[in-house]
């Protein structure tokens, strides 16, 4: 009989949003008269910009004509993008890189999952804890770690833990690694990473010969001056850093797809037999090999999105979500609830009242305010005890669902 990647059977329960919408049909079901208000998995509720639309509606009628029609395009995404992109994303930054270093995609949850394929299984994996289940079930998935114990950890991951105690902040890892992921602004915690502290994980990184995986994907939410929108405004993080980004939270793309992943030409990894190659050579490969590339449609939408008009119709989008944030983190304040983020991130990472476990409070959320949101172990063990809940929703919603939180738990 065919044998399966056993690898999978470690995973211990399904995947955490999958989670979550189980147990809110269940709620549903069963209580029809709710008005539930949604705060739990990261989605967009905002259309899209007007610009970015007339982009993807040009882009539809050039695939309608013979004269403007395109069938397969580079698997690494047109130049007309990744030039717009290098010039209004990364310029700005200070930061220059070339054509060939941008690669398009359908998503940097994609791309930081599909990374792996170019790293050997033996690489020493650390990831903060808690943070994007993604990362670390992946390299379960792969093969890179043993079984999980009571508290969820995986053998053969170096975990670094994110607490209030340490503000957040992970530490260096203890022993050697191989690859490292991060995560700025920070998804659930919603806190960000100053110069230094990137700069101090740059040098880690080059001394110890490690490569930095670096998510991105919130940069845009960024509101306080001086804190690193990319991880290549550290000099030489070229050397050591590949760095994912996502249209899904900055332009609402969550349903449209596309990312991209920055792997610069001077980063290089070892073979089995000590030479170094060129780890853009190599993700250039296997894009080639397993990817077709993003639609003409949406690559012409995602252009556009750094058009003057554009950018300043996502960027009220972004402000719209923040002042959601806002109302969020001041009315759970006002409760008497402690909690972080929400600055310059779209998610408030709230402790649960009186120390309540995290799914019990998700229950308690759900069943008595009628409101959805993220259990915090659900990101890691380090997560138990806190709650994510976003702002991506209504201010009508935001507002009700922070009042029924104000008239369960509020002083």
């Known amino acids: 009989m065919t044998r399966l990647n056993d690898n999978y059977l470690k995973l211990k329960a399904g995947y955490l949003f999958p989670e979550i919408a189980k147990r809110v049909k269940e709620f549903s079901k069963t209580n029809p008269e709710a008005k539930l208000i949604r705060l739990g998995i990261g989605d967009v509720t905002r259309p899209l910009a007007p610009a970015v639309i007339k982009a993807f509606h040009d882009g539809i009628d050039d695939l309608a004509k013979a004269e403007t029609f395109h069938g397969y395009g580079p698997e690494q995404g047109y130049d007309w993008l990744i030039n717009t992109i290098i010039e209004k994303a ?6 220059s890189l070339k054509t060939n270093e941008i690669f398009i995609s359908d998503g940097s949850k994609c791309d930081s999952a599909n990374i792996l394929d170019i790293f050997d299984t033996s690489n020493k994996v650390a990831i903060c804890d808690p943070v994007y289940p993604v990362y670390n079930d992946t390299n379960v998935m792969v093969g890179r770690s043993g079984e999980a114990d009571e508290k969820g950890y995986y053998a053969g991951i170096v975990y670094m833990p994110c607490t209030e105690e340490n503000h957040f902040t992970p530490a260096f890892p203890e022993q050697k690694v191989d690859l490292i992921y991060l995560c700025y602004p920070n998804n659930p915690t919603g806190t960000v990473a100053t110069r230094e ?7 880690y990184a080059t001394k110890n010969k490690a490569i930095i995986l670096f998510d991105a994907a919130y940069e845009a939410f960024i509101s306080e001056p001086g804190i690193p929108h990319s991880i290549y405004e550290i000099e ?17 793309f969550t349903g449209v797809r596309c990312g991209l992943t920055v792997v610069p030409e001077e980063l290089m990894a070892m073979t089995a037999g000590g030479e170094e190659l060129s780890l853009n050579k190599l993700w250039n490969r296997r894009q080639g090999t397993k990817f077709n590339g993003v639609s003409y449609p949406v690559q012409k939408a995602a252009a556009a999105v750094y058009s003057d ?3 300043a119709q996502v960027m009220e989008t972004i402000s719209y979500y923040m002042e959601n944030a806002k109302v969020i983190k001041e009315g759970l304040a006002n409760a008497g609830i402690t909690c972080y983020g929400g600055v310059n991130a779209p998610y408030i990472w709230l402790k649960t009242p009186g120390g309540i476990g995290s799914w019990d409070f998700f229950n308690k959320l759900i069943n008595e305010c009628h409101v959805v949101g993220t259990p915090g172990s659900g990101f890691g063990p380090s997560g138990e005890g806190y709650f994510r809940l976003s702002a991506f929703g209504s201010q009508q919603n935001v507002a009700e669902a922070v009042n029924r939180i104000q008239k369960k738990w509020g002083k």
Request: hydrophobic fraction near 40%; include cysteine.
């Open 197 to 203: 502290q990137l700069k101090a994980w740059v040098d």
């Open 309 to 311: 008009e554009g950018w």
């Open 90 to 95: 990364y310029l700005p930054l200070g930061v």
């Open 236 to 252: 030489g993080a070229k050397s050591c850093a590949i760095e994912f980004r996502s249209f899904s939270k900055t332009a609402g």
